[in-house]
């Protein structure tokens, strides 16, 4: 693969049976495009902890996806609330979800922690008021 292939879509933030779609779309394409089973793994558990957190927390965002020869990108990004406090929002356990979500069994705080396990890079950016972007990557060599 010369070059750079990209799948973009909307994570709809007003439905969590939708949440998961994108993350078994991209797992889907990448299986076609024949990457280990062990890299789709990471990259799916990764991307679905993102699209919860989007529909949870942002009412939802978009999701870019590059696979190159070196890695798969996936860029989150949204205009939700932002993160107050990053280092805070990282450890374990810590979760800012309403009492409703976590009835449904969502929130228990370990979206963002797994997305860090699950990649070989992760970056946050976010602003109260303005919105979150999220760039992880997984390493195919």
Do not use: C, W
Request: hydrophobic share 40%; charged share 20%.
């Amino acid at each position: 693969m010369s070059e750079q292939l990209l799948f973009t879509f909307d994570v709809d933030g007003d439905d969590f049976t939708s949440a998961g779609q994108a993350s078994s779309q991209v797992k889907r394409n990448l299986r076609q495009l024949g990457i280990s089973p062990d890299i789709i793994k990471r990259v799916s558990i990764a991307m679905y902890e993102g699209e919860i957190n989007m529909v949870i927390h942002a009412g939802g965002g978009t999701a870019v996806v590059a696979v190159t020869e070196e890695h798969i990108e996936i860029v989150l990004k949204d205009q939700g609330p932002g993160i107050k406090d990053i280092e805070q929002a990282m450890q374990e356990g810590f979760s800012t979800a309403p009492d409703d979500v976590r009835s449904l069994g969502f929130g228990a705080g370990m979206g963002l922690p797994n997305m860090k396990r699950y990649t070989d890079y992760m970056n946050i950016e976010s602003e109260v008021g303005v919105g979150t972007t999220i760039t992880m990557r997984v390493n195919l060599m």
